[in-house]
Nanobody, 121 residues
Framework: QVQLVESGGGLVQAGGSLRLSCAASGRSFSNYAMAWFRQSPGKEREFVASIYWSAGSIYGDSVKGRFTASRDNANTVYLHMNNLKPEDTALYYC????????????????WGQGTQVTVSS
């Protein structure tokens, strides 16, 4: 059974940093792109970052230069978030898709349950 489990969310002040983790299990994700999306109440799910071995990583415009995705191995990915802003407050999801990176949520096959990030002003 495939599972993606996010962790590392919490409450942080504006300007602070957090690192989110996503642990995947149930199969090898070596040929999968891993991504981060976020969603806040009343808003659509937003692309944050996606990472794949040979293709590198891509980022959403609102986080470019502040967030960095990294990957320890096939089944563990991180999202390093710096200079956090109140508008970064959201439920952050980890997702996986076969092949290279993509921005569209509907291209991703597996999803975690999310971890909450709250940034206070």
């Amino acid at each position: 059974q495939v599972q993606l489990v996010e962790s590392g969310g919490g409450l942080v002040q504006a300007g602070g940093s957090l690192r989110l983790s996503c642990a995947a299990s149930g199969r090898s994700f070596s040929n999968y792109a891993m991504a981060w999306f976020r969603q806040s109440p009343g808003k659509e799910r937003e692309f944050v970052a996606s990472i794949y071995w040979s293709a590198g990583s891509i980022y959403g415009d609102s986080v470019k230069g502040r967030f960095t995705a990294s990957r320890d191995n096939a089944n563990t990915v991180y999202l390093h978030m710096n200079n956090l802003k109140p508008e970064d407050t959201a439920l952050y999801y980890c997702a996986a898709k076969w092949g290279t990176t993509a921005r569209a949520a509907n291209e991703y096959d597996y999803w975690g349950q999310g971890t909450q990030v709250t940034v206070s002003s």
